[in-house]
């Protein structure tokens, strides 16, 4: 049985582990779960997450309780190809993408994920950075996934529900060391339709367009919605089109903060990503890490953060090995993805 030292992750963390325990038959135990959060333990995006990959390979669980800092995970040898998932109030609905997505490239049948919750709330990808970045980049390099999105969650009800839905994929190697040519930047803004008299989506829509236009970036596609919810919401996503990647920048509407400033907050983010030369942005330079660990490639990253450092510990203890190199401002994570595979 693998052991593994949660005390110095997060969420990330322990999905990822997961679906790497159910890729390669291996029982997990984890340890001081979330240990250095104010929280620590299993918080119910969590548990789902352990729930959902229970289910799918039918295994042994103990622990497996809100606030466990102690999980054991043993896969079993069934496997089912429709799950469902209820996060209880706003939990991410799309982190639970991460616990899953790996498995599209040891499954041999599709796979259905329906998920309810919190669809755009705070310390996740909303659902529109899944659908216009996320699954559009991994597509690039041969992953087969969709997401359909039924209803927006958003905090403290959520209600929000998602549908993953994954195909057996073979992927290339992820050669994203080098971006290219800017080639437009998209602007997704949506409210709850209590917000529609103030016309906050159209007001987030507006001041991230017209900041774009001034610094002369070359507009892309505009959409603009509002949408039934059980609380009131706003969020944005701004997607860079380059040449040879996409990249992600989005906030969140809150009480006393004005539509413009949500706009603003996502905007600087893309200024910032910009000034750089990496070719994914922060977040998703942590999400494409098992990914690089099994299919091998190069990707150049804007920063070694805390999350990226003790992913590549966790992947190790599979046997993967991916290097990190950080040479003249930029960082560079390498894996030849030949090794637990």
Aim: charged share 25%.
């Amino acid at each position: 049985m693998l052991t593994i030292d949660g005390s110095n992750g997060g969420g990330q963390l322990l999905r990822t582990g997961l679906a790497l325990a159910v890729r390669t038959d291996t029982p997990l135990r984890f340890e001081s779960i979330r240990g250095s959060r104010p929280d620590p333990g299993l918080r119910p995006q969590h548990l789902a997450a352990v729930e959902l990959l229970a289910d799918y390979c039918d295994a042994d669980l103990e622990g497996a309780r809100l606030d466990s800092e102690t999980l054991v995970f043993e896969p079993g040898e069934s496997r089912t190809q429709t799950l469902s998932a209820d996060i209880p109030t706003a939990g991410s609905a799309t982190l639970l993408l991460d616990a899953v997505l790996p498995l599209a490239t040891a499954i041999d049948a599709p796979l259905t994920v329906t998920a309810t919750g919190g669809t755009d709330v705070k310390w996740s990808p909303p659902v529109a950075y899944v659908r216009h970045v996320k699954l559009p980049l991994l597509a690039r390099f041969g992953l087969d996934a969709a997401l359909e999105r039924s209803s927006v969650g958003y905090y403290p009800a959520g209600g929000g529900e998602v549908t993953f839905r994954l195909s057996p994929s073979s992927l290339s190697p992820i050669e994203l060391d080098e971006r290219g040519s800017l080639a437009a930047v998209d602007v997704y803004s949506k409210a709850s339709t209590d917000l529609e008299d103030s016309d906050v989506a159209d007001r987030q829509a507006d001041r991230a367009s017209d900041r774009l236009d001034a610094a002369d970036v070359p507009l892309g596609e505009r959409a603009v919605e509002y949408v039934e919810t059980d609380s009131t919401g706003s969020s944005i996503t701004v997607r860079a089109r380059y040449d040879r990647t996409l990249a992600g920048f989005d906030a969140l509407g809150e009480p006393g903060r004005p539509s413009e400033t949500v706009a603003d907050m996502a905007v600087d983010d893309f200024e910032r990503f910009h000034g750089t030369r990496a070719a994914v942005d922060r977040h998703m330079a942590d999400q494409l890490l098992v990914f690089l660990a099994l299919a091998g490639g190069r990707i150049a990253i804007p920063e070694a953060t805390d999350h990226v450092r003790t992913h590549r510990s966790l992947l190790a203890e599979f046997g993967y090995d991916v290097s990190l190199e950080s040479e003249g401002g930029t960082v560079t994570l390498t894996s030849s993805g030949d090794s637990a595979d």
